[in-house]
Nanobody
Framework: QVQLVESGGGLVQAGGSLRLSCVAS????????MGWYRQARGKQRELVAG???????NYADSVKGRFTISRDNAKNTVYLQMNSLKPEDTAVYYC????????????????WGQGTQVAVSS
């Protein structure tokens, strides 16, 4: 019912920037929260940044001051602006969204994007 399309990943040098986008589509009544997770090789998946429908944000300590999460409610899109990238940021980044699909159903559904590769060279 809900699909997520991610884009914006790539290979950049340390200190460079990338902007990730994630567009949610399908049977969406409302989006409660959207966020970005990442999983580096040999590591567990971790939350990078999240944003609620009310605009509240939270970030992993490792990206504070460098990454900015934002959303466009009209487009059901969440962005992750990544500046001052470091080799440690290299990972597959996954979009995550929590939605309600029908106005009569209160249950919250969670969906994941397919992931987009971010590689930062030193």
């Amino acid at each position: 019912q809900v699909q997520l399309v991610e884009s914006g990943g790539g290979l950049v040098q340390a200190g460079g920037s990338l902007r990730l986008s994630c567009v949610a589509s399908g049977s969406i009544f409302s989006i409660n929260a959207m966020g970005w997770y990442r999983q580096a090789r040999g590591k567990q998946r971790e939350l990078v940044a999240g944003i609620t429908s009310g605009g509240s944000t939270n970030y992993a300590d490792s990206v504070k001051g460098r990454f900015t999460i934002s959303r466009d409610n009209a487009k059901n899109t969440v962005y992750l602006q990544m500046n001052s990238l470091k080799p440690e940021d290299t990972a597959v980044y996954y979009c995550n969204v929590r939605v309600r699909t029908k106005p009569t159903v209160l249950y919250e559904y969670e969906y994941w994007g397919q992931g987009t590769q971010v590689a930062v060279s030193s």
